[in-house]
């Protein structure tokens, strides 16, 4: 089994550009690699087969002063955008009721 | 896969709002901006949420599993330097919130994923605990045993066991305190608590991996922990794969 899962690659954030959004892009989660409640997120997502894009904002600080944008100025990780909703430290009952809202689960 | 409607009418304006981003000045205008529209984020997820009155029948399970979102923080640099990995692994025999004894040598034969962590009911260890537990599953396909160390008594691992539903071995390095942080190098005699610390045990008793979080509140990767187990044993033959993880 590779343990890197399809939806570690990160970075790759749909973001800025002119992308027309006629789909529902992939939800994704920005926090940090060693915060739980990110961790347990990603999890959640990885078991119910759901894609995403992670982002690590202490590496990317194009994406932090993105999410701080979105959320009025808070960094809270994770941070969970799903078509269109900002959670901001969802619990794993909000990313669903988010991922079944956008038609992703 | 196609979306609800509303939900790409939504998606649409929240892509344009992050393209406008930089086309604003830095200023309280541009802060006022992006705080309304956390305000707005947080009404929309409020009616969706189910948020009712508050209960006036004091707090509930559920209030009390979430006291560690406002208890104090917990933060601190790392002062330690775990064992070796090839060392063998002190044996350990603890009582745990049941107050059965839980030995280390138990577990002979499998996986172990020996978790020291600061104390019981605090903002990181919580949410920590409860990702390991929601990898429950994950961990058997490794015949993994996970055993998590902290020095409070037998009867909060018991009660935060129960708030949390952790059903793994809290064990209480209680008496004589700290024994066993001390024999695994992890100890904190300053704080009277362990570092933050992950090791992984072998069947054969030999330390595999051992990792102290370089700051209390930061939690070790779970998919670091995953390659790991990867390395050890392959999971049991024909079990079901977990999305994601391939």
């Known amino acids: 089994m590779n343990a890197v899962p399809i939806s570690q690659t990160g970075h790759d954030v749909p973001h800025g550009g002119r992308r027309p959004a006629r789909a529902i892009a992939p939800a994704v989660i920005y926090g940090t690699g060693w915060c739980a409640a990110t961790q347990g997120v990603r999890r959640h997502l990885d078991r119910r087969g759901v894609p995403y894009h992670y982002v690590d904002i202490e590496k990317d600080p194009a994406a932090a002063a993105r999410l701080r944008w979105m959320t009025g100025g808070s960094l809270s990780h994770p941070t969970v955008s799903v078509a269109g909703e900002v959670l901001v430290e969802p619990s794993l009952s909000e990313v669903d009721w988010a991922l079944s809202r956008a038609g992703l689960i | 896969m196609e979306g609800k409607p509303y939900s790409r009418r939504l998606q649409d304006l929240e892509e344009r709002f992050e393209q406008l981003e930089p086309l604003i000045p830095e200023g309280y205008e541009k802060e006022a901006i992006s705080v309304l529209h956390g305000i707005v984020q947080e009404l929309w997820r409020s009616l969706h949420s189910g948020g009712g009155a508050p209960s006036t029948d004091g707090p509930t399970l559920a209030d009390i599993a979430e006291l560690h979102r406002r208890a104090p923080p917990m933060e601190g640099e790392a002062h330690s330097t775990p064992l070796p990995v090839g060392a063998r692994a002190p044996d ?139 390395s050890l044993q392959a999971p049991v033959r024909g079990a079901p794969e977990v999305a994601g993880r391939k």
């Open chain 2, 92 to 230: 350990i025999t603890l009582q745990d919130g049941n107050g059965h004894r839980v030995s280390l040598h138990d577990f002979r034969g499998r996986p172990v994923i020996l978790v020291f962590y600061p104390l019981d009911w605090s903002p990181s260890c919580s949410d920590q605990l409860s990702l390991y537990q929601a990898e429950s599953g994950e961990f058997d396909k490794y015949a993994a045993q996970l055993l998590a160390v902290s020095v409070d008594s037998i009867y909060s691992h018991g009660a935060w066991a129960a708030v949390r539903g952790l059903s793994f071995p809290l064990l209480a390095d209680f008496q004589p305190k700290g024994e066993v942080a001390r024999r695994y190098q992890v100890w904190r005699p300053k704080e009277g608590f362990c570092e933050r610390a992950l090791y992984v045990v072998d069947k054969d008793g030999m330390i595999r991996y051992s990792y102290v979080s370089p700051k209390l509140d930061q939690v070790p990767d779970i998919y670091e922990l995953y390659r790991v187990l990867d």
